[in-house]
T-cell receptor, first 113, second 112 residues
Framework: QKEVEQNSGPLSVPEGAIASLNCTYSDRVSQSFFWYRQYSGKSPELIMSIYSNGDKEDGRFTAQLNKASQYVSLLIRDSQPSDSATYLCAVIFMDTGRRALTFGSGTRLQVQP | EAGVAQSPRYKIIEKRQSVAFWCNPISGHATLYWYQQILGQGPKLLIQFQNNGVVDDSQLPKDRFSAERLKGVDSTLKIQPAKLEDSAVYLC??????????FGPGTRLTVL
C-alpha cells in the first residue's frame, strides 16, 4: 500500500461545477496535510494546509480532514478552466522524526469550458 | 519577497557524466529540501537540511548523489555518475516553520 494515495484521473468537470478531489493515507502518525496545485511544466504551489479534523475554507477551496478514516479531500467550487492542473496531496508523517512531505501521485483535473 | 531560486532550469547530459544543481532558499528559511519528481509521479524527498546540518538523507542514493548546504543558506545537489533513470525534475523547497514548504521552479534533467 502506498503511503499517500490519489486517483490519477483525469477528473473532468464542467465550468462552474464543484470538483471533488480525494486522498487517503496510510495508518501512521500524521499531523499536517497539504494540497498543492501543479500546472504542467511548473513546480507545486501550495493551495491549502489543514491540521485538525473538519473543514477549512479559503475562497473557492475547502479542505476536509477525517483522521479516523485517514481521508483528506479538496473541494473546488465554481470550477474555472484555469483550475485545470494536477492536484497533489501531501502528508507529514511524524513517526520518522523528519518533517518532509510525502506526496501522492496527483489527480489531474480538467475543467471543461 | 523573493522566492526559492534554482539553476540551471534545464540540463541535458550523457549517462555516466556528472551534473550539479544549485538552490538559494527564501531568506531566513532554516529548512531546505531537495525532491526528485519523475514524470507522472509526486515529488519524492531526497534530502532535508536544517540550517547546514542534514536531518534526513535516508532516500538519497548515496553511491551517486551528494548534497551540501554551505553556511546554512545555498545548497548544491550533485549526481555522479548519472544514470538514465535519474531523468526527472529536481525541486528545491524551503520552509520557515510549521511545515509549510515553498518550491522553487525546479531543474529538468534529461540523461541520454
Amino acid at each position: 500500500q502506498k503511503e499517500v494515495e490519489q486517483n490519477s484521473g483525469p477528473l473532468s468537470v464542467p465550468e462552474g461545477a464543484i470538483a471533488s478531489l480525494n486522498c487517503t493515507y496510510s495508518d501512521r502518525v500524521s499531523q499536517s496535510f497539504f494540497w498543492y496545485r501543479q500546472y504542467s511544466g511548473k513546480s507545486p504551489e501550495l493551495i491549502m494546509s489543514i491540521y485538525s479534523n473538519g473543514d477549512k475554507e479559503d475562497g473557492r477551496f475547502t479542505a476536509q480532514l477525517n483522521k479516523a478514516s485517514q481521508y483528506v479531500s479538496l473541494l473546488i467550487r465554481d470550477s474555472q478552466p484555469s483550475d485545470s492542473a494536477t492536484y497533489l496531496c501531501a502528508v507529514i508523517f511524524m513517526d520518522t522524526g523528519r518533517r518532509a512531505l510525502t506526496f501522492g501521485s496527483g489527480t489531474r483535473l480538467q475543467v471543461q469550458p | 519577497e523573493a522566492g526559492v531560486a534554482q539553476s540551471p532550469r534545464y540540463k541535458i547530459i550523457e549517462k555516466r557524466q556528472s551534473v550539479a544543481f544549485w538552490c538559494n532558499p527564501i531568506s531566513g528559511h532554516a529548512t531546505l529540501y531537495w525532491y526528485q519528481q519523475i514524470l507522472g509521479q509526486g515529488p519524492k524527498l531526497l534530502i532535508q537540511f536544517q540550517n547546514n546540518g542534514v536531518v534526513d538523507d535516508s532516500q538519497l542514493p548515496k553511491d551517486r548523489f551528494s548534497a551540501e548546504r554551505l553556511k546554512g543558506v545555498d545548497s548544491t545537489l550533485k549526481i555522479q555518475p548519472a544514470k538514465l533513470e535519474d531523468s526527472a525534475v529536481y525541486l528545491c523547497a524551503s520552509s520557515p516553520t510549521r511545515d509549510t514548504q515553498y518550491f522553487g521552479p525546479g531543474t529538468r534533467l534529461t540523461v541520454l
